[in-house]
């Protein structure tokens, strides 16, 4: 009989702070935190919680998935340092799961009727990263930041659906027929892919593996005192 699979799934790309646990793609349990930037303080205790509701022990885990990013700097790297952590330690594979795919996978299985599906997470100002994908999933326009504009995504001919942290941006941007919905970043999202990569044995070299910034980080200098 096959041994089940249990992944611990990571999100620290935004504010939201993250984990669940899976067994062959289903989720087993979750544990989040809407409050802001509070991954280095909870990671490691939202992550003991879900082992303990799912009454699995650490050593039983196959692999751990962290979101990839892009995103917040500062919680991208806690979220690749915990990961990377618990892989070397219980010896066991690092899974990747670029942020806007694990929204897409989420957002079309709750609204399927849509023509395109354009996830944003906030990029600072009136810029986002993004991408574009059509309703069988084909990528239209690949992962970027983008400046958001009057009319820049006009050349989409039919229904759009926009979400992610950033997609109230488009509030006057968007076409009529267009939708705009609340889809925060969830650990839940990533069970399905997760599962298929470690099906494939599509793993990171932990030693090369980084987090997608797409952009170097906002760092504010220091003032002088005098």
């Given amino acids: 009989m096959q ?32 409050e802001g930037f509070d991954h280095a303080a909870n990671l490691t205790l939202f992550m003991d919680s879900c082992l303990k509701t799912g009454e699995i022990d650490i050593k039983k885990l196959s692999a751990v998935a962290v979101s990839a990013g892009p995103g917040s700097y500062t919680g991208l790297r806690v979220g690749f340092s915990v990961a990377k952590g618990i892989c070397f330690a219980q010896n066991i594979p690092f899974i990747y799961i670029p942020t806007l795919e694990a929204l897409l996978e989420e957002a079309i299985l709750k609204h399927p009727d849509y023509d395109f599906y354009v996830p944003m997470l906030d990029a600072r100002r009136s810029e986002v990263y993004t991408m574009t994908v059509d309703s069988d999933k084909k990528e239209v326009e690949a ?84």
Avoid: R, W
């Fill in 143 to 226: 992962l970027k930041p983008l400046v958001l504009e009057t009319g820049c995504f006009n050349q989409l001919k039919g229904k759009v659906l926009y979400f992610g942290n950033g997609a109230k941006k488009m509030e006057n941007l968007k076409k009529q027929d267009d939708k705009i919905i609340d889809l925060p970043c969830s650990a839940t999202y990533q069970s399905a892919l997760a599962y298929g990569k470690f099906l494939a044995d599509d793993f990171e070299d932990m030693a090369y593996a980084i987090p997608l910034y797409l952009k170097p980080p906002n760092i504010t200098k220091p003032k002088p005192s005098f």
């Fill in 3 to 34: 041994e089940p699979v249990y992944i611990i799934h990571l999100e620290t790309a935004t504010t939201v702070c993250s984990v669940s646990l899976s067994c062959n793609g289903e989720i087993v349990s979750k544990k989040e935190s809407f």
